[in-house]
C-alpha cells in the first residue's frame, strides 16, 4: 500500500512533533536487538539520521521508497547498511534495525483516537517494510563486495614470488590452482621479473594436491608467457604420483626442466649460472 500525499504529510508532521520520544524508544528497541555491540551514542546518531531524512521525504510529499523524493532516505538506509556489513553484524540485525521504527510508531499512534490513525499505521507500515527490504538488499550487495575484496586479497597473498638468489625468483604454489589463481600468479610472476631482471624462474608445486590437465595447462601458460619476458623456468615439486599422473594423462612439459624438490631446482639454476656451491667445491676439492 502506497502512502497518499496526505498520510506522507501527516507522518512528517507525527514524526516531528514526537522526535525525541520516537529516536530514544527507537534506540532502546534497536539496543536490545544487538545486545550491546554499538553504543548508545552511535544508535542515537543513526536514528537521527533516519528520522531527519523520513521527515524531509515526508514533507516533500513521498508516496514510495522508490520515487524521486525518496532519494536521501535511500542514501541513509545504504549507508546503514554498509556500516553494518563493515561492523560484521548480520543482514538480519540491520534490517531488524529498521523494523524497530514501526514498534516506535505504533506505541505513539496508539495513543490517538482518530479515526484515520489506523488506515495511516498500516501505509506506515508498508514504507517501512520498503525500507526494510531495501536496507536488506543493500546489506548483502555491500557483504558481497567485501567478499570478493578478501577472496582477492587472500589469492594474493597465497601466491607470493620470492627472490632466492640474485637472478632467481620461485613461485611456491600451495592448494588448487584454478583459472582465477592462475591468472593472478601469472601476472605477479611476469611483474616480478620485470621489477628484479631475473633471467630465472623456479615454480614449486610441492604444495598442489593434485595436477591434471587444466593445472598442467595452467602451469604451460605461465611457463610460456615467462619466456616471452626472457626468463627461462623450471619446475619443482615432481613427487612420484604426480610424475605417475602426468604420464598417464600423456601431458607433455616438453624443453620444461623439472625437478623433485625446489632445492633441486635451484641446484639446478646456479649451475646454469656458473655459481658454485658448496657441494661441487667439495667434490672438486676432493
Known amino acids: 500500500m502506497a502512502l497518499s500525499a496526505e498520510q506522507s504529510g501527516r507522518l512528517a508532521r507525527l ?11 527507537w534506540t532502546e528497541i534497536v539496543a536490545g536487538s544487538l545486545r550491546g555491540r554499538l553504543s548508545q551514542a552511535e544508535l542515537s546518531r543513526q536514528g537521527r539520521e533516519l528520522h531527519r531524512s523520513i521527515v524531509d521525504a515526508g514533507q516533500h510529499g513521498l508516496t514510495d521508497l522508490a520515487d524521486e523524493h525518496g532519494g536521501e532516505l535511500r542514501a541513509v538506509l545504504a549507508e546503514l547498511s554498509a556500516s553494518r556489513a563493515r561492523q560484521g553484524f548480520s543482514a538480519t540485525e540491520t534490517a531488524i534495525s529498521v523494523f524497530a521504527l514501526k514498534d516506535a510508531l505504533l ?20 514504507l517501512v517494510d520498503q525500507m526494510g527490504l531495501f536496507t536488506f538488499e543493500s546489506f548483502v550487495r555491500t557483504r558481497e563486495g567485501l567478499i570478493a575484496d578478501q577472496a582477492e586479497q587472500l589469492l594474493e597473498l597465497s601466491t607470493p614470488v620470492v627472490k632466492l638468489w640474485e637472478g632467481v625468483v620461485a613461485v611456491p604454489l600451495v592448494g588448487t590452482l584454478d583459472s582465477a589463481r592462475a591468472q593472478v600468479v601469472m601476472e605477479r610472476l611476469l611483474q616480478t621479473l620485470v621489477d628484479t631482471g631475473s633471467p630465472y624462474a623456479i615454480i614449486d608445486i610441492t604444495g598442489v594436491p593434485a595436477v591434471d590437465t587444466q593445472v598442467a595447462q595452467h602451469i604451460l601458460k605461465t611457463v610460456v608467457a615467462a619466456r616471452l619476458m626472457g626468463a627461462d623456468c623450471i619446475i619443482s615439486g615432481i613427487r612420484p604420483q604426480i610424475a605417475q599422473t602426468i604420464v598417464a594423462l600423456g601431458i607433455e612439459f616438453g624443453d620444461i626442466a623439472t625437478k623433485a624438490s625446489l632445492a633441486d631446482a635451484l641446484r639446478h639454476v646456479l649451475r646454469l649460472t656458473g655459481v658454485e656451491t658448496t657441494s661441487r667445491r667439495a667434490r672438486r676439492e676432493s
Open 15 to 25: 514524526l516531528t512533533e514526537h522526535a525525541d520520544r520516537l529516536i530514544v524508544r
Open 107 to 126: 506505541e505513539l499512534m496508539e495513543e490517538s483516537k482518530d479515526a484515520d490513525t489506523l488506515r495511516d499505521f498500516v501505509a506506515y507500515s508498508a
